[in-house]
């Protein structure tokens, strides 16, 4: 479990803070949407939920990150790496640069936590088959597309198998099949208990496996919720956030007085 | 380094940066580039000094990636016959009963 | 405006991109170009300006053939904005910034003023002018990068995923950029992954699979039920309204047409 309890955070040398009182649980197993306009924080939000800032960033934290009920105040970066993970959304950023083919790119965070090596090989095998990667095993990781690297970056943070996990924009590099794989492996992940974060402006995706939203605007928590209520409520759209093409459509027959005339769930499954 | 240079300058030539023309004309032709190499190296060294950390890279101790792997019964025999073999033939040799050989 | 002809690219590496693309991109047209992550897309694009230059086949730019013709003067003709825009921004002040394309086409003075300062009041940026681009988020220096492409008043407007990271504010600035540029009569070819966007802002969509052409039609064409298939392999899904209509027989790849189509009576 994973909680922020009246997290408010400015980064060093602003006066501004970022965040406001935030208060957000996820809970084991769960997965949970960050939804918001962009500059509303939600990137700052996935570095205070992980502990990086201002574990590593530094700036100014006042209120609570906790893991399992301990506090991560004044803990160092590799102790909240072994409890928390985090992803960002430049897969070029993501590449260590020392390791010299994509199986030895993602043998890299379980070989840091000093695992056995049958453990690590173990892991990293999971990882390539769950995002199907075992074509591209053996290439260097440098020569990878955006796409694929991005993939790469995300099997490297599974190989792991982190108790808690947050995506900042995972898929914005990726085509629609590399975003379903990337669902996939984050619903096997949250089967096997481990807590989930994503930020995404792909309400598609978050609407496929999450089964909580939360909305930030202008830093702030204004929506928390079961992820069809949220996806419904028009204070969503107010604050510049696309619902999934589902509700938006069923919205848009609701306005104009069609919403009989077609069984919108039906069509989508026989579709 | 010299990837990003290359995407960096591409995307200055298409906005009608001249890099292929007189002397002087390609040497007001690095300026526009230098900016972009040296920032964008110095955001991605932050971003990936944090994707590193997030993968418990300051974690002390030593990290390799050696298999052990355990001798099955029939090396262990071998290797208890070796050394019982090799005392045997010290003694013998000490005894004087192994002088005939060389 | 732009043609290709039995386009092949192999890079260096030994790396197939383009396997013998023809494609004819008629002035005024508004053409999307989709497909997987490394199916050419970005390749194909890179040879309306020069950037590349073919393997085997033939570029024509304006009816004339790329080859022998500089970079720096295709540009005149084809505005391309990267998919990345840290790897454009070198100025120091956002206005600089958007100033220096049409700076090297030989705009100057009020011409130049002119130029800048609509590109800006077209991307949102016009409070920014003497902002330092690394202080706007990555959302609006993927809408700067935009700018400086649109100052430069180029005939063909190329952009490279340009609603990526955008919410859906910026999603519908694109898609506004897009109708202006159209209204003018100029030519835009835009790379996307968002099906959406391509189903509402384009009246051709060309879709890439290693290397070809799979699919070239327009969006009620390449999205109908019968290019499924063909889709289906190239690992993209047609956006939802065209999903629904066609289980009512409809062609509508937008919720516009969707919603229209079921207010005019349509069956059922």
């Given at each position: 479990m994973?909680e ?15 965040l406001?009182g935030?208060?957000?649980v996820?809970?084991?197993g ?5 939804v918001g ?8 939000l996935?570095l205070?939920?992980s502990?990086?800032?201002?574990a590593s960033i530094?700036g100014k934290?006042?209120?609570?990150l906790a893991i399992d ?5 004044d ?5 909240l ?6 992803c960002?959304q430049n897969?070029?950023?993501q590449?260590?640069?020392i390791?010299?083919?994509v199986f ?7 070989m840091?936590?000093?695992l056995?090596?049958?453990?690590i090989v173990?892991?990293?095998?999971e990882?390539?088959a769950?995002l199907?990667?075992d074509?591209?095993?053996?290439r ?5 597309s955006?796409?694929q690297?991005?993939l790469?970056g995300?099997a490297s ?16 590099q990726?085509?629609p099949?590399g975003?379903?794989l990337v669902?996939?492996a984050?619903?096997?992940?949250a089967?096997r208990?481990s807590?989930?974060?994503i930020?995404?402006?792909k309400t598609g995706?978050?609407?496929?496996v ?5 909305a930030?605007?202008?830093g ?6 079961p992820?069809?209520e949220?996806f419904a ?6 604050i510049g956030?696309e619902p999934?093409?589902r509700?938006r459509?069923a919205?848009?027959?609701?306005t104009a007085?069609?919403e009989g ?5 039906d069509l989508e499954?026989?579709? | 380094m010299?990837?990003?240079?290359g995407?960096?300058q591409?995307a200055?030539?298409a906005?009608?940066l ?5 002397v002087?004309?390609?040497?007001r032709?690095i300026?526009p ?5 040296i920032l964008s190296?110095?955001?991605e ?6 994707a590193?950390e997030v993968?418990a890279f ?5 990290r390799?990636?050696l298999?052990r792997?355990p ?5 262990l025999a071998?290797?208890a016959?070796?050394?019982?073999a090799?005392?045997?033939?010290i003694v013998?040799?000490a005894?004087?009963n ?5 | 405006m732009?043609?290709v002809?039995?386009?092949?690219h192999?890079?260096?590496g030994g ?5 013998g ?6 002035a005024g ?11 050419g897309k970005s390749t194909l694009v890179r ?5 590349l230059?073919?393997?085997e086949g033939?570029v024509?730019?304006?009816g004339?053939?790329a080859?022998?013709r ?5 540009a ?7 998919q990345?825009?840290?790897r454009?921004i070198?100025?120091g ?9 049409p700076?090297n086409l030989g705009?100057?003075g009020?011409e130049?003023e002119?130029?800048?300062?609509a590109a ?9 002018a003497?902002?330092?681009?690394y ?6 220096r ?8 649109l ?10 995923e340009?609603?990526t ?6 999603v ?6 897009v109708?202006g ?7 835009i070819?835009?790379i996307?992954?968002d099906m ?13 699979r ?5 699919l ?9 039920r019968d290019?499924?298939p ?5 690992y993209?899904?047609p956006p939802?309204?065209a ?8 062609a ?9 189509a079921l207010?005019?009576g349509s069956?059922?």
């Open positions: 994973l922020l309890r009246g997290a408010t955070y400015r980064y060093p040398g602003y006066a501004r803070e970022v406001v935030i208060d957000l996820v809970g084991d769960e997965i949970v949407g960050l306009p962009n500059e509303a924080g939600k990137s700052t996935c205070v939920a502990g990086l800032a201002p530094g934290l006042t209120g609570i009920g301990e506090s991560m105040a803990r160092p970066t590799h102790e790496a072994e409890r928390v993970v985090v960002f897969p070029n950023t590449r260590s640069g390791a010299a083919t030895e790119e993602i043998a890299l965070g379980p840091n936590l000093g056995p090596v049958a453990e173990e892991r990293t095998r990882a390539i769950l199907r990667l074509s591209i095993a053996l260097d990781p440098s020569r990878l955006g796409g690297a991005q790469v995300i943070l599974l190989a792991m198998r982190p108790g808690h996990v947050i995506l900042d924009e995972p898929t914005a990726l085509d099949a975003t379903r669902g996939e984050l619903r096997a992940l089967e208990g807590s989930l974060l930020a995404e402006h995706l978050l609407d496929a999450c089964s909580r939203i939360v930030i605007d202008a702030r928590l204004v929506l928390d919720g992820t069809r949220v409520d028009p204070r969503l759209e107010a956030v999934p093409a509700q459509l919205t848009a027959l609701a007085g069609l005339r077609v069984r919108l769930a499954a026989a579709s | 010299v990837e990003r240079a995407v960096i591409a200055q030539r906005r009608g001249d890099t292929e023309g007189s002087r004309a390609r040497l032709g300026m580039l230098v900016g972009p190499v190296s110095l955001t060294v932050e971003e990936r000094s944090l590193l993968r300051g974690r002390p101790g030593r390799h990636l298999w792997i001798d099955s019964g029939a090396q071998a290797r016959l070796a050394l019982l090799l005392l045997a033939a013998l040799r005894t004087g192994l002088a005939g050989l060389p | 732009i043609e002809v039995d386009l092949v192999v890079y260096p790396t197939r991109a383009l396997d693309v023809s494609l004819r991109i008629a047209e508004r053409v999307a170009i989709v497909g997987q992550n490394g199916s040879h309306f300006n020069g950037l230059r073919p393997t033939r024509l730019v304006d004339r053939d080859a022998g500089r970079v720096a003067g295709l005149a003709t084809v505005g391309l904005a990267f990345d825009p840290d454009q070198f100025a002040k956002v206005r600089d910034e958007v100033a220096f394309g700076r705009r100057r009020a130049l002119a130029a800048v300062d800006l009041a077209d991307t949102g940026l016009d409070g920014e003497a902002t330092n681009p202080d706007l988020g990555y959302s609006r993927k809408l700067l990068a935009l700018a400086s492409i100052a430069m008043g180029t005939p063909v407007v190329v952009l490279d340009p609603t990271g955008q919410d859906a504010r910026g519908a600035r694109v898609q506004s950029i109708a540029l159209a209204a003018e009569g100029r030519t070819v835009a996307s992954h959406r966007f391509v189903a509402e802002s384009f009246d051709r969509v060309v879709v890439m290693a290397g070809t052409v799979d070239d039609g327009s969006p009620a064409e390449v999205f109908a290019a499924w063909t889709l289906a392999a190239t993209l899904e939802l309204p999903r629904i209509g066609a289980e009512l027989g409809l509508t790849p937008t919720q516009a047409a969707l919603i229209a207010a005019a069956p059922r």
